[in-house]
């Protein structure tokens, strides 16, 4: 699969530190936020130390407890802001993820993102990105703060009993170690897990595309049972990570409470002996238990951590996606080198294969204002050819020039703006009528628009409808006919006022009688524009300034209908695709 970045968890961590590097402002106030609350926590059991003390020795408590009240005030409102910030860090953090993904995703070169399954690329926006936002910049404060809370307080308790300080500091050394292992299994289950999440959403995600068709097919229940394996698999994974971080919690509130009682134990045979004070006991038996929410905390963070690097490392995966903007690089030529060509398409000698398949050789083909339809049989390459003059792929040989100037040397954007592309399938993008019209055309006036619409036939439709343009037509223009849909696509293309018009089978759905006007129309406002259409239908064959026929990679024959009648291919194409319109056959 494409999307995958490299793995190893240590290449996890330098990418987040990549990603979280705008925000090491924002981090290191929530960081200081956050040892300042652990500082309180440290300081209070010195303070209780005072307290006790102060009442064995009969002396004044009234400092002592203030202190102690004080501190844990303060404590209280570091830890406030602390996690007031550090929700708010993740957050910020996570928004900069999701537009960063929106923007690799919508500057990829079409290849990299058809060759991405979709429900995959989904779930990598969606599920995790919310996983790192739920464990991600807590799990990493706390791996950096934890420690050193614990640093500090081994040296403290140390500093009150050498012997005591020893036994805490090797318990807590075995706790550590057992949960560095987890940490691990944790990450490559969860991350398990995710992947088929992915496949689980591309399952529901192929339904909703094909509905119709499942349902036709009597599938539901084979669609079902594959969504099911997806799941269980997920199940099983998170199940498995869950049991893994289960076990290191159990063992690291076991291995806390044992030093606890350890230290009581010990500890007050060292207070019978005279070796420690009351007071002091009760500061290193509170600095155990200080200690050990943290370290607890430590076992959940590390394994959040290992979830929030095997979401980000998918994430990561999807960031690497190439650029048009890398993989497209200009011509040395500035944009737009002047040119004394009139308005023209040029496509010169030009090949192209898919990875081993070949599918263009050496195709040389001129268009110039009017309409060149293109035809041959299915898989002959004319999606391809229009594919190219859109700069979604790039020749593996040859040029292709617009105005006589070749594409190459053009702004990408500047190019898209000066062509205008239905692509085969023509679905719409927009809820109504209205937005699918105008889409990518801004500043088109409504009676533009009007004359459009007329043009391509939609006009009396429109009319008749009670909501008019406001007519919702449903998600990818599902709800309106299909030959509606194709006009509605030839429309918007239309509105966009560009000098070159591709059209992959933009009539394909409709009767012959309006396609007649729809090509008599196009052929209207095509004086000045170069339209190229992809058709299997003959009407539009017969309305254009030339015909170009495509078989297996090679022109084949180029001229007017009439003229290439007396070639025996062209006549057979011909004669089959009008008897199929005429009887209705698809095709
Ligand atoms: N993304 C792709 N990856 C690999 N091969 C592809 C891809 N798209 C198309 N092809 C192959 O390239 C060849 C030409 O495809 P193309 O879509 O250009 O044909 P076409 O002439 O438009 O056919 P149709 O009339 O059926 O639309 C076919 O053999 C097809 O299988
Ligand atoms: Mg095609």
Redo the contacts with the bound molecule.
Sequence with gaps: MELDAPPGPLMSVLSLRRWLSPYRGSLAVVLVLELGARAAALIQPLAARQVVDGVTEHSSLTGPIAMLGGVALLGLCFNYFGFYQRGKLSERFVRGLREAMARRIVGAPV?AV?ASPTGDVLSRVGGDTTLVQQTTVKALVDLIVVPLTVVAGIVLVLSIDLFLGALVLVLLAVIAFAEARVFRKVAVDTEHAQEHVGAMVGVVQRILFAFRTVKAARTERAEIESFDRHAESAYRANVRAARTSALADTVAYAAVDFTFLMILAIGVLRVSTGAVGVGDLVAILLYVVYIQEPVEALTSSASRLSEGLAALRRITGLLSMPQESETLRPLAAPAGTPSAETRSVKVDRVSFD??E?K?LRGVSIEARPGVTVLV??????????LSLLERFAEPDRGRILLDGVDIRELDLSDLRRRISYVQ?EAPLLGATIHEAATYGADGVDEHRLGRILEAVGLADWIATLPDGLATEVGERGLRISGGQRQRLAVARALARDSEVLLL??ATSQLDPINERHLVRSLTRESRDRVIIA?T?RMPLAHEADQVVM?RAGLVHARGRHDELLADPDYRELAASTTTANHSGHPR
């Design positions: 290849s058809e898919y990875g398949r599918v041959g049989p299915s898989g002959a390459g004319k999606t391809t050819l085969q992959d089978e992809v299997h495509l």
